[in-house]
Nanobody
């Protein structure tokens, strides 16, 4: 049974930092594509950052230089280190997994339906 459990969300002031974690189980973490999405009220779910089997990372333009994605497959963990947070980063953040063996970025990486499993989300609120 696949499970993804996010943690680390909270409320911070603009310019602050947070680190999100995603604990995974039930699939081979090392060979999956893993990603963070976010969903703000009134907006569509947005891909934020992703990492594939080879460790290739992708970021949406609005977070480049501020967010950093990393994984530790020995711990089945995924992280999102967020710095210089802005009010527009306020959203529910979700981790997602595409469990194709030896997954690489050969698909539309920001398309939510491309991912097989999702966590329940963790809320990030940034105040100005």
């Amino acid at each position: 049974q696949v499970q993804l459990v996010e943690s680390g969300g909270g409320s911070v002031q603009a310019g602050g930092s947070l680190t999100l974690s995603c604990a995974a189980s039930g699939f081979t973490h090392a060979t999956a594509c893993l990603a963070w999405f976010r969903h703000a009220p009134g907006k569509e779910r947005e891909g934020v950052a992703g990492i594939d089997t080879a460790g290739i990372t992708l970021y949406t333009d609005s977070v480049k230089g501020r967010f950093f994605i990393a994984k530790d497959s020995t711990k089945n963990a995924l992280y999102l280190v967020m710095s210089n947070l802005k009010p527009e980063d306020t959203a529910m953040y979700y981790c997602a997994a595409r469990t194709t063996d030896y997954c690489r970025w050969t698909f539309p990486q920001w398309r939510p339906t491309a991912y097989d499993y999702w966590g329940q989300g963790t809320q990030v609120t940034v105040s100005s």
